[in-house]
C-alpha cells in the first residue's frame, strides 16, 4: 500500500491543512454556483481533493460512499462531510449553505426569467455540453478513485456487477445496492480478520 | 399562508429522509405529490419546472424550491427547500459524525471497503446514465472525453472548465 502511494496522500497522511471558515465557505459557494449538469460530487472532488488537497483521496472517497448511502443530494452530503472533516460542525453548516444558499438565488432569477422570456434554443444546447462536461469530471473522478481500489478479485467484481446492474442493465440503483452492500461488505469483514502483513 | 408552508414542508421532508442515492431518486414521487395528490402543477408545469433545476447550477433537488416559489412565493420556496435539504443533512451530519468517531475500528474498515468498489461501480455507471438519457451523440462524447483528458494531465479549474465548454459551444451554435 505504501509502495504506491501518490504525494497527494503522503502530504496529508498526518497534518491536514487549516482550512479557514471564509475559505471554506468561499469554496463551496464557487462550487454551488458553477457546477451545472448533476455530476456535483466530481466537480468537488476536483476543486477540493484535486486542487486545493484540503481532504485526500481515501477521506473523500469513504465519505462520499457515505454520502450515497445515507438520503439526501449527493452533492451536499459530500459537502457536508468534507466541511464537518475541515471545520467541525460549523464547517459543515457553512458548506451546506455555500452549497444551496447561492444556487436556491439563482434557481429564483433563473425561473422569474423562464416565465418571462421562455426558453431559448442557445442556452438548451450550453447546458447540454455543460451536461458532457459534468460527464467528463465523473469519468476523471471514477479513474482516480477507481485506481485505489484495492486489487483483489472480490473487489473488482463487485465494481464491475454495481457498474453493469444500474449502468448498463438500467436496473434501480436502491435495490442493487442494498443487495450488494451484506456482500461486499461481509467479504470485506473476512478479510479484514484474516491477519495479513502490510496493510 | 401558516398552512400552505406548512403542506410544502409536511411534502418535501419525508421525501428528504427517503430520497436515497441521490435527489433524482424522489423525482417520480415528487411529481405524484405535487400533481396528483395537491394540485399544485399540471404535469407539463412539473416538467417545465424540472428542466429549469437541470439548467441550473447547484443540486437539482432544488426543484423543491421552485415547486415551493409556485405554490407560495418567495416564503413557499424557503420552506420547500428547508424541507427537502433539512432532514437529510441532520441525518447525514449524524452518521459522518459517527464515522469521524469510528476511525480506527475494524468494522468501520470493513465498511469502508466494502462500501468502496460500489460507490466506484455507481459513479461509472452514473455517467453512463446521463450520456444516455441526454441521447448524447459525438459532440457529446468528445466533451466528455476531452474535459477528462486534461483534468487528468492539468490542474485546470473548475472556473475555466465550465468557462471554456460553454463558450465553445455557444460559438459552435452559431457557426452551425
Known amino acids: 500500500m505504501a509502495a504506491e502511494a501518490s504525494p497527494a496522500v503522503e502530504a496529508s497522511a498526518v497534518v491536514r491543512p487549516s482550512v479557514g471558515l471564509p475559505r471554506l465557505l468561499a469554496a463551496f459557494v464557487r462550487l454551488g454556483t458553477v457546477t451545472f449538469g448533476g455530476g456535483l460530487q466530481s466537480w468537488i472532488h476536483r476543486e477540493i481533493v484535486d486542487r486545493l488537497g484540503w481532504v485526500d483521496e481515501d477521506t473523500f472517497l469513504s465519505g462520499m460512499t457515505v454520502a450515497r448511502v445515507v438520503p439526501g443530494a449527493n452533492g451536499v452530503n459530500v459537502a457536508l462531510y468534507v466541511g464537518f472533516k475541515l471545520r467541525g460542525a460549523v464547517g459543515a453548516a457553512a458548506a451546506v449553505l455555500g452549497m444551496i444558499v447561492p444556487a436556491f438565488c439563482v434557481i429564483l432569477c433563473l425561473g422569474y426569467l423562464y416565465r418571462r422570456f421562455g426558453h431559448l434554443a442557445e442556452v438548451h444546447f450550453v447546458l447540454a455540453g455543460l451536461a458532457a462536461a459534468g460527464v467528463g469530471a465523473t469519468l476523471t473522478m471514477g479513474i482516480k478513485v477507481g485506481r485505489r481500489l484495492p486489487r483483489d478479485f472480490a473487489t473488482s467484481l463487485t465494481a464491475a456487477a454495481v457498474f453493469a446492474l444500474v449502468g448498463v442493465l438500467r436496473l434501480p440503483m436502491i435495490p442493487v445496492v442494498l443487495g450488494l452492500i451484506p456482500i461486499s461488505v461481509g467479504l470485506a469483514l473476512l478479510q479484514e480478520r484474516r491477519p495479513r502483513h502490510g496493510s | ?156 479549474s473548475t472556473h475555466a472548465t465550465v468557462g471554456a465548454v460553454a463558450s465553445v459551444y455557444l460559438l459552435l451554435f452559431y457557426i452551425r
Not at chain 2, 10 to 18: A, E, G, K, Q
Not at chain 2, 72 to 93: H, Q
Open chain 2, 1 to 156: 399562508m401558516g398552512r400552505s408552508l406548512l403542506a410544502l414542508l409536511l411534502v418535501f421532508s419525508p421525501l428528504s429522509i427517503l430520497s436515497i442515492g441521490g435527489g433524482q431518486a424522489t423525482i417520480p414521487e415528487m411529481q405524484h405529490q405535487a400533481v396528483v395528490v395537491h394540485g399544485w402543477l399540471s404535469n407539463s408545469q412539473f416538467a417545465d419546472l424540472f428542466a429549469l433545476s437541470r439548467a441550473a447550477p447547484g443540486p437539482s433537488s432544488l426543484i423543491a424550491a421552485l415547486i415551493g416559489w409556485q405554490v407560495f412565493g418567495f416564503w413557499g420556496a424557503v420552506a420547500a427547500t428547508l424541507g427537502i435539504f433539512l432532514p437529510s443533512s441532520l441525518l447525514m451530519y449524524a452518521v459522518g459524525a459517527w464515522w469521524h468517531r469510528r476511525a480506527d475500528s475494524p468494522i468501520r474498515r470493513a465498511l469502508e471497503r466494502g462500501l468502496a468498489p460500489i460507490a466506484v461501480g455507481l459513479v461509472f455507471a452514473g455517467a453512463v446514465t446521463v450520456l444516455r438519457a441526454a441521447d448524447a451523440g459525438a459532440l457529446a462524447l468528445a466533451t466528455a472525453a476531452a474535459v477528462c483528458l486534461v483534468q487528468s494531465t492539468t490542474r485546470i
